[in-house]
């Protein structure tokens, strides 16, 4: 390696076909800058950054067909920014992340882009209003969760937007709505 270059030359490993397994770059024998690993057949199956070893920045994963399965942003080999998962090509969720954890608004979208759900995580854990749709749009519930579990009012709606249900929870259990006490004078 050559004063002041950091990254030695690249590096290909092959599969007993010849193909390319992957291509690589190491820094004091870890990976460090582009990697690129591949299927048998010679389409990518990963794309991402290594920092002394750590993934840095952006990573993708490839379904054989060539679509995105997944695209992920890592700071020092730990989740940091928005993951977003792939079926058939399209989004279906868009999960946040704060140092690993999910932190945030996490969006769930249908085959056609729309948004079917929205959630809030704090800490790894739902918290927060849970909100889902119909394909119109509309909100179908409203929900709110603390600490994993439904806490306070769920309200379902119909397509037109019309309340349909009200219902109440305290820490994951439904409960039936008291009547005002009768205070006594």
């Known amino acids: 390696m050559a004063p002041g270059n950091d990254i030695a030359p690249e590096h290909v490993d092959l599969y007993d076909s010849g193909a390319i397994r ?8 870890k990976l460090h800058g582009p990697y ?3 299927n048998p057949d010679g389409s990518t199956m990963m794309r991402a950054t290594f920092q002394d ?7 993708v994963m490839f379904a054989p067909d060539g679509s995105i399965v997944q ?7 730990v989740l940091n920014g928005v993951t977003t998962i792939y079926e058939g090509g399209a989004a279906k969720m868009r999960l946040p992340y704060k140092n690993g954890t999910l932190e945030g608004e996490a969006i769930f ?6 948004t079917v759900r929205k959630t809030t995580y ?6 927060g209003p849970w909100t889902e749709f119909y394909a119109n749009g509309r909100v179908r519930e409203t929900s709110h969760y603390q600490k994993n579990q439904l806490h306070g009012e769920t309200v379902r709606y119909d397509e037109q937007g019309k309340v ?22």
């Open 53 to 59: 070893g750590a993934l840095e920045g952006e990573a």
């Open 36 to 38: 690129l690993a591949c």
């Open 109 to 114: 979208l249908d085959g056609e882009g729309r």
């Open 22 to 29: 992957a291509k690589f770059h190491l820094k004091d024998g």
């Open 71 to 77: 695209q992920s942003t890592f700071h020092a080999a």
């Open 122 to 127: 704090v800490g790894g854990a739902l918290n």
């Open 164 to 185: 349909k249900e009200r219902l109440r929870f305290e820490k994951g259990v439904q409960v039936k709505d008291q009547p005002p006490s009768k205070s006594k004078r």
